[in-house]
């Protein structure tokens, strides 16, 4: 099932945010601060958020991001290049990551690494580990948005067009990483043909991006993750276009399609505990944010109403629960299950967003 839509504009209240711990940017060392806080810059507050690697669907980057949203100015920061070595991963920035920030009005610092330790695996292979970011250099970009008065598009397209010499940055810093720690590195042919794209203009980088991304998608439609546990095994393509000209590929875990609406359902599930991580469940909350302002969607080219759905499932979990659930109906099943204190006022915050923005929660076995 193929499915399309787009997005003008973004409207959502978040609800299960944390409080963030504040930094003095006269002492941040990003390397070492927390994966998301509020910077003191004198005469201005800002939210920052880190991702430890371009590559979307590493660490959570959507939760640090999540946790930032409810401030009003919110800026990333996001490697344009991680590389482990030859025998390991190596990721690269993608056009709609930078597209879905400006969707989100948060500002992206690209970065690179300087530094990293080498690290053996069990099985002898040879990595680098323990990279570190030009604290430098961060702190400087940082410190020219506070004054900056356009948009995060505005920003964002900016650093777009300057990525070139980020790039240039990335390759210089891993040759002298490699000399350093004896590791031997990927080939610099795909940083330079990376380089050659961005060169060429955003569409060039537009379009490497989006093979890569629709290359992942596929990948990812023909895979049972782990963590999932589906009602069904009815997995969907779905393409999201906004007016920034971003292309977002995504897999929805589930859909259900009755009565021309269309149920986007994002499924995050845990094998031993009693609710899945908060990490996975802010993962599909940025989901919902999008799902919630999906607008002209069509399935296989026919136009449809859409409901987004998080569903949360855990094979230890008895009963089922969703936002509609009374308040009886509730307190049995947090008794039932054990939860926490803390877990239920997660829970009924994660209630409250979904009935503030109109989509469903369910909580069930799987």
Excluded at 76 to 91: C, F, Q
Excluded at 243 to 254: K, P, Q, S
Excluded at 314 to 327: A, D, F, I, Q, V
Aim: aromatic residues 8%; contains cysteine; charged residues 30%.
């Amino acid at each position: 099932m193929n499915i399309e839509g787009k997005i003008t504009s973004v409207e959502y209240e978040t609800g299960s945010n944390i409080t963030l711990e504040e930094i003095d940017i006269k002492e941040l060392d990003i390397n070492s601060s927390p994966t998301c806080f509020l910077l003191n810059m004198s005469k201005s507050k800002v939210a920052v958020s880190k991702w430890v690697s371009p590559k979307r669907t590493r660490s959570y980057p959507y939760e640090r991001v999540y946790n930032t949203l409810s401030t009003s100015k919110k800026i990333t920061v996001i490697p344009v290049v991680k590389d482990e070595g030859a025998t390991g991963d190596r990721d690269f920035i993608q056009w709609d990551t930078i597209a879905l920030m400006s969707l989100l009005d948060v500002y992206v610092i690209p970065a690179y690494y300087v530094d990293a330790q080498k690290r053996i695996t069990s099985s002898g292979k040879q990595k680098i580990t323990k990279q570190k970011l030009d604290n430098d250099f961060i702190i400087k970009e940082l410190k020219k948005i506070p004054n900056y008065h356009s948009s995060a598009l505005h920003w964002n397209l900016k650093q777009i067009k300057g990525l070139s010499r980020v790039v240039t940055k990335v390759k210089s810093n891993y040759q002298n990483i490699a000399k350093k720690t004896g590791v031997k590195l990927k080939s610099e042919k795909g940083i330079d043909d990376f380089l050659n794209k961005i060169e060429a203009g955003a569409k060039s980088f537009m379009d490497f991006s989006r093979i890569k991304a629709s290359d992942a998608q596929k990948r990812e439609f023909v895979t049972m993750q782990p963590k999932e546990a589906l009602s069904t095994a009815t997995k969907a393509k779905i393409t999201i276009k906004n007016y920034l000209g971003g292309l977002y590929y995504f897999t929805v875990d589930e859909v259900e399609l009755k009565n021309n609406v269309l149920k986007l359902i994002e499924a995050k599930h845990t094998a031993s505990g009693k609710l899945p991580s908060k990490g996975d469940i802010k993962d599909g909350l940025l989901k919902m944010i999008l799902y919630c302002n999906l607008e002209d969607v069509t399935v296989e080219g026919l136009e449809c109403n859409t409901t987004p759905v998080l569903k949360l499932t855990s094979s230890k979990m008895k009963g089922k629960l969703t936002e509609e659930s009374n308040n009886s109906t509730r307190k049995k099943f947090y008794e039932e299950n054990m939860i926490s204190e803390s877990e239920r006022m997660f829970l009924n915050s994660l209630f409250g967003e979904a009935k503030n923005n109109t989509f469903e929660i369910i909580l069930e076995n799987g």
